[in-house]
């Protein structure tokens, strides 16, 4: 059948609004939440942004890190807010209720923790700063149901203030794992990763507690796998059509969509 002017002149017509109904996926910014001590917050640790920059070069950029506190003076500009504090134990953040305004103002997606060193040194038993932990766990969910958890067994500990701390953070970080277990939820389940193996305190501290150069690539490391993951899972991401904003409504796609069609159906009549 030979085309008409008219059909030949339509046919464009048909294929610019067909192509501004294919779908795409828009990836959602994820809210990140570093939760610590000095080992997060602390001036020497640049783990953050070599974690941040591992992300960006593995081309995951839809994120957001949050909370009260800077990043430090790395050598390079990162995205660096965290909520991690020099001092502060587990413990201390659950009998003064501080991650509670921390989360309303943050309002994170995913929350990465590397807690308890504080508590160790300040002799805490295992059992009362898991108790911490589930209880800081109840409070994040409460902020986000499906909020993604990441806790670190912590990276050793070898000062020389404390001969049994070391032996202490083994006994902790041996029972995160059970308790992570009993945490879990369906929608909202604990990964747990392990920053302590592998990890040497005499050539990658300062001080046989926080992380030096080589010791921050490490931390970096062990968070990057799992994190990534939880991007990924909280990313999600949400249709809109290739020639949409992202913010088009689902009546306005398919208002394009009969446009279409209607076109289509007097062409081909």
């Known amino acids: 059948m030979r085309l008409s002017p008219s059909h030949s002149s339509s046919y464009p017509l048909i294929v610019i609004l067909s192509a501004s109904i294919l779908p795409v996926w828009s990836q959602s910014t994820v809210r990140i939440l570093p939760l610590g001590d000095s080992i ?12 941040w ?27 660096g807010a965290n909520e991690g504090h020099v001092m502060i134990q587990a413990t201390e953040i659950v009998s003064e209720g501080k991650l509670v305004p921390w989360l309303e103002s943050s309002k994170p997606d995913v929350v990465m923790m590397h807690l308890g060193t504080n508590d160790v040194l300040n002799n805490k038993p295992t059992a009362e700063i898991l108790q911490a932990f589930g209880t800081m766990v109840d409070w994040m969910r409460e902020s986000k149901k499906v909020m993604r958890i990441i806790v670190a067994q912590i990276i050793p500990l070898d000062s020389v203030f404390c001969e049994e701390c070391g ?22 389940v604990i990964e747990v990763v392990d920053c302590w193996t592998g990890f040497d305190t005499d050539s990658m501290t300062s001080d046989g507690v926080h992380p030096n150069n080589a010791g921050n690539e490490k931390v970096a490391e062990c968070w990057f796998k799992p994190l990534s993951r939880a991007i990924e899972s909280a990313g999600g991401g949400e249709e809109v059509s290739a020639a949409a904003s992202p913010g088009m409504s ?17 062409w081909w009549w």
């Open 40 to 51: 997060t917050g602390g001036p020497e640790s640049c783990w953050q942004a070599l974690l």
């Open 53 to 79: 920059r591992s992300l960006q070069q593995a081309s995951i950029t839809n994120t957001k890190f949050v909370g009260s506190r800077s990043g430090q003076q790395c050598d390079f500009e990162y995205d």
């Open 167 to 188: 032996e202490r953070v083994v006994r902790l970080n041996e029972a995160i794992p059970e308790w992570a277990k009993g945490m879990n939820t369906t929608e909202s």
């Open 250 to 266: 689902a009546g306005s796609k398919l208002g394009i969509a009969a446009v279409a069609v209607t076109v289509l159906c007097r």
